[in-house]
């Protein structure tokens, strides 16, 4: 018995930092970024982690066609969780209503949408769970320095999720292939949220922000995915002209299309949405994945691949067999509550809280 996604989902927040707002804060320009990158925009979070997954989860339940009451699993996959006890996935569950469903978080950085499918589409194909809902969301902006050009470009806020059911045979997943390197774990950096260190009242800005070596990681990133979806493909006895769909975490479009030109699958294969969206960590695959759906680059039986890297160094690609259904069983209507402010209101906490570590 295979696990197939019955349903997706995802939340894109209403506030979008455009790469004209970004030239107002840091000395950038749209050329560059969109160059470099490929992004032009981002979701800007006004609200928390869990305001944001709970709008892709219930678009992921209406797309399944259930309810809270028919989950038993939920997982939240996040590296910017709203809070440590009870998990982020006991306060979803609470708010959706889904009480009794077991409930857990886990952190694989940007690969933590990939850990948790195969997390739980084994706990399915095993039978310990029968309808379980995975979500990957993150607020980044929480811990981007607004005043440090080389970082805040890059990323955005956003939830994605799906539920994994069990499927018929041959459909769902093929392969999985998991991996961590600790030892460059160096590469991609933020200490807060952490227990390391003395308790002090005031949070360290030098600590609170994301650091990564961007030449280093763009290396790693791309060897990183490129190896592991070749092992996942072997395993699954598939090779890349099997590949229907690749679905990539949506890190910087150089870094997607030189993987999959390594990889030799043609770039009308790669679902690419970073352009709107910026790195949402463990939000962009499913964020991806729903806006594949939606653009119908999915058909009945396909191929799809899903392949990740991240801080840890964690990497982790799944071959899957979508299975039949590519339409949603019905919709919703959910979304946040909207903004008082604009993007820049929102940020300036941010700007101050930042500004000791900078000159100007
Ligand atoms: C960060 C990244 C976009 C930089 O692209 P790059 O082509 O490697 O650029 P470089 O590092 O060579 O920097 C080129 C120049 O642009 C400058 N620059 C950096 N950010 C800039 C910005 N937002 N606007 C304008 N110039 C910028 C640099 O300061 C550097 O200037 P210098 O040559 O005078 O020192 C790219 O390396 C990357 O995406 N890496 C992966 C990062 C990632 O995915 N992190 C996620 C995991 S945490």
């Known amino acids: 018995m295979g696990a197939i996604i019955t349903g997706w989902g995802k939340c894109r927040p209403p506030l979008s930092l455009t790469n004209a707002d970004l030239e107002q804060l840091v000395e950038t320009d749209d050329t560059w970024i969109r160059e470099r990158t490929g992004i032009e925009s981002r979701g800007m979070c006004h609200l928390e982690t869990t305001d944001m997954a709970e709008v892709a989860a219930r678009h992921a339940m209406a797309a399944a066609g259930i309810g809270p009451d028919d989950l038993d699993l939920i997982v939240v996959a996040s590296v910017t969780p709203e809070i440590t006890c009870p998990s982020n996935a006991c306060v979803l569950q609470e708010r959706l209503g889904a009480t009794g469903t077991a409930a857990f978080d886990l952190n694989a950085a940007c690969s933590g949408f990939v850990y948790g499918l195969a997390t739980v589409s084994s706990m399915v194909a095993a039978g310990v769970a029968r309808r379980a809902l995975l979500v990957g969301v993150e607020k980044l902006h929480f811990v981007m320095d607004y005043r440090d050009r080389n970082t805040c470009v890059l990323f955005g806020d956003g939830a994605g999720a799906v539920i994994v059911e069990p499927g018929p045979d041959g459909a769902g997943v093929l392969a999985v292939d ?24 005031d949070r360290d800005p030098a600590q609170n922000r994301l650091h990564f070596e961007g030449q280093a ?18 395993d699954a006895g598939l ?15 150089r870094i997607i299309r030189a993987a999959t030109s390594r990889l030799g699958v043609d770039e009308s294969k790669v679902m690419v949405n970073i352009a ?24 009945p039986g396909d191929t799809v691949v899903f ?16 299975g039949d259904r590519v339409e949603r069983i019905a919709t919703s209507d959910a979304e946040m509550a909207p903004p008082t402010g604009d ?18």
């Open 239 to 253: 090779s890349t002209d099997d590949v229907d769909v690749v679905v990539p975490h949506q890190a910087n479009e």
């Open 178 to 201: 998991l991996g961590a390197d600790g030892e460059i774990g160096s590469t991609m950096v933020f200490e807060t949220l952490g227990t390391r260190g003395e308790l002090s009242r």
């Open 276 to 299: 709107q969206h910026g790195n949402t960590s463990a939000a962009s695959i499913p964020m991806a994945l729903t806006d594949a759906l939606d653009q119908g680059r999915i058909a």
């Open 307 to 322: 392949t990740a890297f991240g801080g840890g160094v964690t990497w982790g690609s799944i071959v899957m067999n979508w």
């Open 343 to 360: 993007v820049f209101d929102l940020l300036a906490d941010n700007r101050a809280f930042f500004a000791p570590l900078h000159d100007d």
């Open 217 to 234: 990681v763009f290396k790693i990133a791309v060897k990183g995915m490129t190896e592991s979806v070749q092992r996942a493909l072997g």
